[in-house]
T-cell receptor
Framework: GIQVEQSPPDLILQEGANSTLRCNFS?????LQWFHQNPWGQLINLFY???GTKQNGRLSATTVATERYSLLYISSSQTTDSGVYFC????????????FGAGTRLFVKA | DTGVSQDPRHKITKRGQNVTFRCDPI?????LYWYRQTLGQGPEFLTY????????KSRLLSDRFSAERPKGSFSTLEIQRTEQGDSAMYLC?????????????FGEGSRLTVL
């Protein structure tokens, strides 16, 4: 099945810094989402981005489907950005399931 | 707009007992998923429903696990004879759209602790 790799696995930032999280996938995808998991375990939808670029406030994402990767940019990070960021993909040949990467654990220091 | 709802949010049980979790998807979402997440890991797919039909099951779903979606609306996930290794967060998600398109939305999860 498809493999989803996220990097870096852990990231510590000073408040106000910028960061880039990466998601590589091993096969072509029909769907790609970025989620933020908060300390209570809830998965919050950030972007639904099978291709192209989207922006939402301080966050933006780019998916280059032909090269099998996606990037999540966080600018001017805040302590509330802390948590785990997951990339999740769905393929046309992998059935109906969405496959998650292992996540990037972000901690933003005040 | 009501999101995906899961109940109970927390469950503590003794090994060997049966537990059942309920998921109410977003209305009009015909596709429903169950995932399991253990500490430090990403969510792992368990099973998928399109309306009332269970179309896909993971090998993670042993014989002690059963899921239903009898009327194509809410779903239940039952674990029989629980084991300590079943301790995890059980997540439900739903979406609409075609077979492979559509944004997935998750509930807040049901956290299971097996003593």
């Amino acid at each position: 099945g498809i493999q989803v790799e996220q990097s870096p696995p852990d990231l510590i930032l000073q408040e106000g810094a910028n960061s880039t999280l990466r998601c590589n996938f091993s096969d072509s995808v029909n769907n790609l989402q970025w989620f933020h998991q908060n300390p209570w375990g809830q998965l919050i939808n950030l972007f639904y981005i099978p291709s192209g670029t989207k922006q939402n406030g301080r966050l933006s994402a780019t998916t280059v489907a032909t090269e099998r990767y996606s990037l999540l940019y966080i600018s001017s990070s805040q302590t509330t950005d802390s948590g785990v960021y997951f990339c999740a993909v769905r393929t046309g040949t992998g059935g109906f399931k969405t496959i998650f990467g292992a996540g990037t654990r972000l901690f933003v220091k005040a | 707009d009501t999101g995906v709802s899961q109940d109970p949010r927390h469950k503590i049980t003794k090994r060997g007992q049966n537990v059942t979790f309920r998921c109410d998807p977003i209305s009009e979402h015909n596709r429903l998923y169950w995932y399991r997440q253990t500490l430090g890991q990403g969510p792992e797919f368990l099973t998928y429903f399109q309306n009332e039909a269970q179309l896909e099951k993971s090998r993670l779903l042993s014989d002690r696990f059963s899921a239903e979606r009898p009327k194509g609306s809410f779903s239940t996930l039952e674990i029989q004879r629980t084991e300590q290794g079943d301790s995890a967060m059980y997540l439900c998600a739903s979406r609409r759209g075609q077979a492979v398109t559509g944004e997935l939305f998750f509930g807040e999860g049901s956290r299971l602790t097996v003593l």
